[in-house]
């Protein structure tokens, strides 16, 4: 075990051996959650697991921010927060981020960091507002198709530009380290090959999601919920791990499931069968929530065995394509489908994860010196699926309170102490990875059965059995509790539905029935 080498170049140089608050992770939560405990005056080391520090799951949101609207208000949004999520969320939690996310939005995103939304002079203060499935009214910013990035990159130069933190790319937070009496003070990080040993008084987990435990998927490889297994190896309570969200438009093609934005259906797309007929059986049609559009295409392309479903936005020219949704048009080109002149071939895919470590509404977890925020923290925000485009809010309104929740001061590391679970595990085998995202995605994908659950488990049982030592363990971890929790789950809610005789949810008109218009 090693202090952070003293040869670290001259821009981390303010870092010795000890900081106020630790963030790990570099997407919009653990910028946000930085930036608001440097503000306070503390002293911040910012980890990222990657050496690209914009490199996060921030960078590939594409269809917007939830803003607001002439035709919009706090309880509006939260009421439209809720019915998406089947109901099962908090309403303190939906009513806090439509009271504060929209400020937040306008004074740090729009005027003080100048993020490039596109603009729309007749449209609201200039700004170009659209609609995304399950909201009532336009209210979502953007940059073209590509607005995760625009704000990343803000995000990130003004961490770069903040004297109090030291930014440590490429350093992998291995285990937690914890007092005696249970309390997190640091973390073991992997970092310039070798082991180093950060201390502070608060640790903030913003390390993002979990959706490349599946074969299919819209994330990054390395979203595999770290943060999950390094926060319940410290004793912190996680909620809600089944309810893991399958975006219904992938790009549907032989290799990575590019993400087709909501913000497509949102500007006039609509879903169709092989034949061209609509199919999404429901009083908001292409727009509905995610998990009725994600079931529905399944359901279709079980019943026609069509290997996808088509996203019609032939509607719009070749020329305003091309100018508002300009990466994924060059993406589908590249792939052979132009989308001002046929439908663009969509399926599922895992995209988002709904629970995860439980947190209140300042960020804390239930273990003294820990903090989550964003995809990893489970705030109650989404219930049982989560409304389009609450993601990245989200992430700025609970990074910004965690990180000024973390920078109170508090009692400083007195020692021994010990990390949760391994720092240095031994690497696994590339197939040992893909036989762990076949089983997520056949056992605890779209449509999920008791059975099927069962078979899981003992699938992950003869991993764990010959890979738990290794790098694989931590995901095998928080993949056992995706699958036990779905099991012990029998009700059908949301993004998690069982076909084996579940309780059935309330039926789709009678959860949208008082929505206006």
Not at 120 to 148: K, N
């Amino acid at each position: 075990m090693t202090d952070l080498p003293k040869t670290a170049p001259d821009r981390y140089a303010n870092y010795a051996d000890y900081a106020d608050v630790i963030v790990i992770g570099g997407g919009v939560a653990g910028c946000a959650a930085a930036l608001s405990a440097a503000r306070r005056g503390a002293s911040v080391v910012m980890l990222t697991k990657l050496p690209d520090p914009e490199e996060a799951n921030t960078r590939y949101a594409q269809g917007g921010i939830i803003y607001t609207g002439p035709d919009d208000s706090p309880d509006l949004l939260a009421r439209d927060i809720l019915d998406a999520g089947a109901w099962a969320g908090d309403p303190e939690a939906a009513r806090l981020l439509a009271r504060e996310g929209p400020p937040l939005v306008k004074r740090l995103l729009i005027n003080e960091l100048s993020v490039p939304f596109d603009p729309d002079e007749p449209g609201f203060e200039g700004l170009h507002l659209t609609r995304e499935g399950a909201h009532s009214v336009e209210r979502i910013i953007h940059r073209h198709d590509t607005t995760g990035s625009a704000i990343q990159s803000r995000l990130t130069r003004a961490v770069h530009a903040e004297e109090r933190i030291s930014l440590l790319p490429g350093s992998h937070a291995a285990s937690l380290a914890v007092e005696a009496g249970g309390r997190v003070v640091g973390v073991y990080a992997e970092y310039g090959g070798e082991t180093v040993e950060i201390m502070g008084r608060s640790v903030v987990l913003a390390t993002g999601g979990l959706g490349g435990l599946y074969s299919h998927t819209t994330n990054p490889p390395g979203a595999t919920g770290d943060g999950i297994a390094l926060a319940t190896a410290a004793g912190a309570r996680v909620r809600d791990l089944h309810y893991v969200q399958f975006h219904p438009t992938a790009l549907y093609t032989t290799g990575e499931r590019f993400l087709v934005s909501e913000a497509v259906r949102g500007e006039g797309g609509v879903l169709r069968r092989p034949d061209g007929a609509e199919f999404v059986g429901h009083v908001l049609g292409s727009l509905a929530p995610r998990d009725v559009v994600a079931r529905s295409i399944a359901s279709m392309m079980q019943r026609t065995g069509s290997p996808c479903a088509y996203l019609d936005i032939t509607s719009r020219s070749r020329h305003w394509l091309q100018d508002r949704f300009p990466a994924i048009f060059a993406r589908c080109m590249e792939d052979g489908v132009d989308p001002s002149r046929e439908p663009i071939p969509v399926v599922p895919a895992a995209h988002y994860s709904c629970g995860g470590v439980a947190t209140d509404e300042r960020g804390r977890t239930g273990v003294r010196g820990l903090w989550a925020a964003g995809e990893v923290a489970r705030t109650g925000l989404h219930g049982a699926n989560r409304l389009a485009s609450t993601s990245l809010l989200e992430g700025l309104v609970w990074g910004w309170r965690s990180g000024e929740d973390a920078a109170r001061p508090g009692a400083v590391p007195a020692g021994p102490l010990r990390p949760a679970g391994r720092t240095a595990p031994a690497p696994a085998p590339g197939e040992a990875g893909d036989l762990l995202r076949a089983t997520m995605w056949e056992h605890a994908g779209l449509v999920r059965t008791g059975p099927g659950l069962e078979t899981g488990l003992r699938e992950l049982d003869g991993l764990e059995e010959e890979y738990g030592d290794t790098d694989l363990g931590a995901p095998l971890s928080v993949a056992r509790a995706i699958l036990t929790g779905a099991l012990e789950d029998r009700r059908s809610l949301g993004c998690h539905y069982r076909v084996d005789g579940g309780t059935p949810e309330a039926p789709e008109e009678a959860r949208v029935a008082d929505l206006p218009g």
